[in-house]
């Protein structure tokens, strides 16, 4: 084997070493306060996001195209969708650049050739209820709904600690909202939420590469019942949510709607 091969291993083999998970328990309510979560429905377009620099962000997928633009770092920033790093490299890689934290599911981070600079946490799926967790509830942080019993509804829930695991909904965005909880912040303000999929997503042109997009196909059986069991059990006083998106998909009485100018006189802008 030749020396430049011999090096490139060692190389490789260097890096796999140096590179750590965090455990999500290191960051179990570290902050407080407001957080923008920047989605990529096509609202997003035009969110002047150098006027809440100051304010902490968390983002996902080819949102972080808002971020590079801008020249602004994200808090946080969430994938799930594990083709994404394939279908758009160059938007995965600035993400892994520039981001403070980063969350991909624990087995993603093997396989991706860009490792994040910020510190990596590992997603993971919380446990599907047996019929006595779901009754009785054992794990507090762990939330679920004990009158849905079906099937299906077994993976529904909201978590409030991540290092237990989280609740997959189909969109990011709800991994996203159960990272702002766990993260301690209490008043969260929804950019791009749509759930549109015929409106595409902002950062995407005709001559772009597109990803694809399975929202209207689990809207009804998996989006809609997980942010109801959230409006229902999760938001209060201490944890509230409002949607920027005024077209957005979701009903106003699950996530409330606000304007821009209700966010700035909330944050007091």
Same mark, same amino acid.
């Given at each position: 084997?030749?020396?430049?091969? %011999?090096?490139?291993?060692?190389?490789?083999?260097?890096?796999?070493?140096?590179?750590?998970?965090?455990?999500?328990?290191?960051?179990?309510?570290?902050?407080?306060?407001?957080?923008?979560?920047?989605?990529?429905? %096509?609202?997003?377009?035009?969110?002047?996001?150098?006027?809440?620099?100051?304010?902490?962000?968390?983002?996902?997928?080819?949102?972080?195209?808002?971020?590079?633009?801008?020249?602004?770092?994200?808090?946080?920033?969430?994938?799930?969708?594990?083709?994404?790093?394939?279908?758009?490299?160059?938007?995965?890689?600035?993400?892994?650049?520039?981001?403070?934290?980063?969350?991909?599911?624990?087995?993603?981070?093997?396989?991706?050739?860009?490792?994040? %600079?910020?510190?990596?946490?590992?997603?993971?799926?919380?446990?599907?209820?047996?019929?006595?967790?779901?009754?009785?509830?054992?794990?507090?942080?762990?939330?679920?709904?004990?009158?849905?019993?079906?099937?299906?509804?077994?993976?529904?829930?909201?978590?409030?600690?991540?290092?237990?695991?989280?609740?997959?909904?189909?969109?990011?965005?709800?991994?996203?909202?159960?990272?702002?909880?766990?993260?301690?912040? %209490?008043?969260?303000?929804?950019?791009?939420?749509?759930?549109?999929?015929?409106?595409?997503?902002?950062?995407?042109?005709?001559?772009?590469?597109?990803?694809?997009?399975?929202?209207?196909?689990?809207?009804?059986?998996?989006?809609?019942?997980?942010?109801?069991?959230?409006?229902?059990?999760?938001?209060?006083?201490?944890?509230?949510?409002?949607?920027?998106?005024?077209?957005?998909?979701?009903?106003?009485?699950?996530?409330?709607?606000?304007?821009?100018?209700?966010?700035?006189?909330?944050?007091?802008?």
């Amino acid at each position: 084997m030749s020396r430049a091969k %011999n090096l490139g291993k060692a190389l490789i083999a260097e890096t796999a070493a140096s590179f750590k998970q965090t455990s999500f328990s290191e960051c179990k309510n570290i902050k407080s306060g407001p957080v923008f979560i920047i989605a990529s429905g %096509n609202s997003a377009r035009g969110f002047p996001i150098e006027e809440f620099s100051t304010v902490p962000m968390i983002t996902m997928n080819g949102a972080i195209s808002m971020f590079s633009q801008a020249g602004t770092k994200p808090f946080f920033y969430i994938c799930s969708d594990t083709n994404f790093p394939l279908q758009q490299p160059e938007l995965f890689a600035t993400a892994m650049q520039i981001s403070e934290n980063v969350a991909l599911w624990e087995e993603q981070f093997d396989i991706v050739q860009t490792k994040p %600079n910020g510190n990596a946490f590992g997603l993971k799926k919380a446990p599907r209820a047996s019929m006595f967790t779901t009754l009785f509830n054992p794990q507090e942080s762990l939330v679920r709904d004990s009158f849905l019993l079906s099937k299906r509804s077994k993976d529904i829930g909201f978590s409030k600690d991540m290092s237990l695991g989280c609740f997959d909904a189909r969109t990011v965005m709800y991994l996203a909202l159960q990272t702002a909880y766990h993260l301690g912040f %209490n008043k969260v303000f929804l950019v791009g939420f749509d759930l549109n999929q015929a409106a595409g997503r902002f950062y995407e042109t005709s001559e772009s590469k597109r990803s694809p997009c399975g929202l209207d196909q689990h809207y009804g059986t998996r989006i809609l019942p997980s942010l109801k069991l959230m409006s229902e059990h999760i938001v209060s006083d201490d944890f509230q949510v409002y949607n920027l998106s005024a077209d957005s998909k979701v009903p106003g009485h699950i996530i409330e709607k606000i304007s821009l100018d209700d966010a700035r006189r909330m944050l007091n802008r």
